[in-house]
């Protein structure tokens, strides 16, 4: 029975190939070379990091005779574009209405602006609705490393009955 004795030779290239392989390996995980090992879960993490437009900027309407709220409610770290936030109103005619004062914000996407980061409400009269109407509203916000496309949401605005 014969054992096989690796030779000196055989010793220095096995060396070298450890000694290759533990200075290069760290460099290429570093590199996010080896990331495809764990694709799925590098997905979930990044797709989980930011929240969808609905859940980082709710809009609540609510109606009365003759008014309608949107209240807006944005998640912290998030913001709302002042500038880019517009009603319209298809099938009804409003009153005299304002939009807050924002915040000063300055930043890549739209440069010197006003922003919205903590709740508010919007107080729309109404002065006539027909059958049918809506209000259409469109916003954009944004968070730190991304900024979202723009929204649009529309609300069903009910006839009241004269009273």
Request: aromatic share 12%; net charge negative.
């Amino acid at each position: 029975m014969s054992t096989f004795m690796p030779s000196t030779k055989n010793y220095k290239t096995m060396f070298w190939l450890n000694l290759l392989t533990l200075t290069c390996l760290p460099n290429l995980a570093h590199a996010g070379l080896f990331d495809w090992f764990s694709a799925s879960d590098n997905a979930t993490s990044t797709q989980s990091e930011f929240l969808t437009a609905e859940q980082a900027f709710v809009l609540t309407p609510s109606q009365t005779n003759d008014s309608l709220t949107l209240s807006f409610d944005i998640a912290p770290g998030y913001y709302l574009y002042r500038h880019q936030l517009t009603v319209t109103p298809e099938q009804a005619r409003l009153g005299e209405w304002q939009l807050p004062q924002g915040q000063p914000h300055n930043d890549a996407y739209f440069g010197e602006s006003q922003v919205y980061t903590q709740p508010f409400a919007l107080n729309l009269p109404l002065l006539e609705v027909k059958e049918q109407a809506q209000i259409t509203v469109q916003y954009q916000g944004c968070t730190t490393d991304l900024c979202y496309p723009p929204q649009t949401v529309h609300i069903p605005i009910r006839v009241q009955s004269a009273e």
